[in-house]
């Protein structure tokens, strides 16, 4: 079989959301023509689909290679890393510690990184407004919370945590009068 063919295969193996099954035929397309940017890149956006970020992320990173000039590809790449960003900042959050651990700051660079290279990663957005309000640095929070807001309007939660971030910050400043 061709590598045109094992492609057909995966688009219709996407159609029947088979996500797994497109993995396997794109892989064998890949196999067949290491070197199709093009086949990475599509590759990458169902390995994402299906939760696994690495392996999607070492496919665009190989498109990217492939065919630098490829605006998509390094779109798409740029939204992967961002989501990966998040995703250890969320672990970081995620294990406590103090708001004066180093490691704090260190979360919001990645997720100011994340949101550079993603404006529309909302996730970072909220990650950003979290640590934020954990530094007591209302502005800032209600700034990504805003953001995250405008990506996703339909998100009620947002909005009960814009609301707190208000309340939180009149809180703290009648506190410190």
Known sequence: MKADEYVQKAYFSILSNDFEEAIRWFERAIAAEPDNADYRYRCSITYARSGRLDQALEH????????PGQDEYKIHLNSLEAKRLAGEVRKMLSGGGSPDDPARARAINMLYEAVKLDPLCADAYVLLAL???????????????????????????????????????????????
């Open 60 to 67: 665009a990173k190989l498109a990217v290679t492939l065919a």
């Open 131 to 177: 640590a934020h309000n954990e530094l007591n640095q209302f502005d800032e929070a209600l700034a990504a919370v805003g953001e995250a807001i405008d990506l996703l309007p339909q998100e009620g939660q947002l909005i009960e945590l814009q609301l707190e971030l208000l309340e939180r910050k009149k809180n703290y400043r009648d506190s410190q009068k």
